[in-house]
């Protein structure tokens, strides 16, 4: 069962108003909390050469239009739509393309039979809560390093969907992509990952 | 009838629940009568909840003090 976040909170009202107020550690805050998020959007659409400069006049444009903002969304979805806005424009401006293809090596056909049966065994993963296998510091490292060797589109999807708990349909409308286009981000984002574990896993028996 | 490569292929989508019924109804029936497959979803699932856990970040030199600094004068500049 996947959660979603509530779009607002008392909390983030608060924040908002400090920031319209010029609190010096909001702008912290809010800097720390979603400038990674906000990139992570922009690579994955107008590319690496030109994400962080779109990033840096989304903020600009953020903090101008901050006392317009009508909270209809969170902080977040706004901040992500503005970055994801300015390098939609960048894009067109650029006539850049990435392509969904991009860096991915599909799973090995020959681990199935012709009628589509595995050869091999599945067994259960010795640790099995994601807790046991974050406390492997180097199972960490290899699950940090496989992320950021994805392509910036599946780290995007990734991001939004499984750790920000960001709703598919708005996904698709943040990235600019259909909704089978996302699963098949996810999909390929996902199973890279799982056989960065596995194959940590099947190494250390 | 669903084979293994059928489940490795809408294992997500599956997760998601992101199917149509009568297709995920069949990839149910398989995954009762495959042990492999069972022991396949269940590593995409805590797969999943590593990278929630986790949290793996965007590589990011951007100096967000600075930034943020920047954008504190911008404001106070503009509003």
Known sequence: MKFFFKPKTRDEQHLIQRLIDGDQHAFEQVVSEYHNIMLSVARAIVGEAFADEVVQEAWVSAIKALPKFEGRSSLKTWLVHIASNGAKSRVRRENRHVSLDEGWESVSADKFDNIGHRFDDIYAWDNETPEAILANEQLQSI???SFQQLPALQRAALTLYDMEGIK???ICNILDIS???LRVLLHRARTTLHHSIEQYQDNEK | MYQCKDI???VNSYIDGALPLTKRVGLFFHLLLCSCCRNYLQQIRTT???ITV?????RDNTDTKALAQHLHALCKHDH
């Open chain 1, 179 to 181: 909704a089978s286009n």
């Open chain 2, 8 to 10: 490795a292929d809408e």
């Open chain 2, 54 to 58: 986790s949290h793996p970040k965007e």
């Open chain 1, 168 to 170: 598919m349909e708005e």
């Open chain 1, 143 to 145: 699950i940090e390093s």
């Open chain 2, 48 to 50: 999943i909840s590593v």
